[in-house]
T-cell receptor, first 110, second 112 residues
Framework: KQEVTQIPAALSVPEGENLVLNCSFT??????LQWFRQDPGKGLTSLLL?????REQTSGRLNASLDKSSGRSTLYIAASQPGDSATYLC?????????FGKGTRLSVIA | KAGVTQTPRYLIKTRGQQVTLSCSPI?????VSWYQQTPGQGLQFLFE???????NKGNFPGRFSGRQFSNSRSEMNVSTLELGDSALYLC???????????FGPGTRLTVL
């Protein structure tokens, strides 16, 4: 059974800092890994999708990497801003739709 | 393109009642997945429909059911509500479940 773990559970950083969020999964038989953002009380916004054959994907200040063999992914956020404050969730897609981690709650302090 | 819409946005029910939630996917998307989000368990997959057929099902009791119509709109039903069913119910649509999933704003269900 696929299990997804995100560390840390919460993170607080000053504005402008670069940061890394971590995600690990137990079963490497995946189609893709997706990173989402969730604002309080809202739905999920898709940030990046990395196919199992890819190593990384970039969108603006966000860069996600995938190491399928070790079961790990990282989300790198450059030059963080207060508007980046949210919960970040990673999810893996395998034989069934998405299995989610519990998320990392990020606070960027101005 | 219009995003995924869910109705109603908020619901309050009492134990033992039943509830039906609705999801309208992005135009052209044939896959609709449902998820339950609670503070303790996080996001958990309920089921996925593609072209009116349930293709995947999560580990939830039979009180949770769903269906998909020919226009890809989907409904989920929870019968005999329990206090533990209080949660944010999210639906997501995609061209296929292995593609990027686009989530709706969710329905907040409170069971008293």
């Amino acid at each position: 059974k696929q299990e997804v773990t995100q560390i840390p559970a919460a993170l607080s950083v000053p504005e402008g800092e670069n940061l890394v969020l971590n995600c690990s999964f137990t079963d490497s038989a995946i189609y893709n890994l997706q990173w989402f953002r969730q604002d309080p009380g809202k739905g999920l916004t898709s940030l990046l999708l990395i196919q199992s054959s890819q190593r990384e994907q970039t969108s603006g200040r966000l860069n996600a990497s995938l190491d399928k063999s070790s079961g790990r992914s990282t989300l790198y956020i450059a030059a963080s801003q207060p508007g980046d404050s949210a919960t970040y969730l990673c999810a893996v897609c395998g034989n069934t739709p998405l299995v989610f981690g519990k998320g990392t709650r990020l606070s960027v302090i101005a | 393109k219009a995003g995924v819409t869910q109705t109603p946005r908020y619901l309050i029910k009492t134990r033992g009642q039943q509830v039906t939630l609705s999801c309208s996917p992005i135009s052209g998307h044939r896959s609709v997945s449902w998820y339950q989000q609670t503070p303790g368990q996080g996001l958990q997959f309920l089921f996925e429909y593609f072209s009116e057929t349930q293709r995947n099902k999560g580990n939830f009791p039979g009180r949770f059911s769903g269906r998909q119509f020919s226009n890809s709109r989907s409904e989920m039903n929870v019968s005999t509500l329990e206090l533990g069913d209080s949660a944010l119910y999210l639906c997501a649509s995609s061209s296929h479940y292995t593609d990027t999933q686009y989530f709706g704003p969710g329905t907040r269900l409170t069971v008293l």
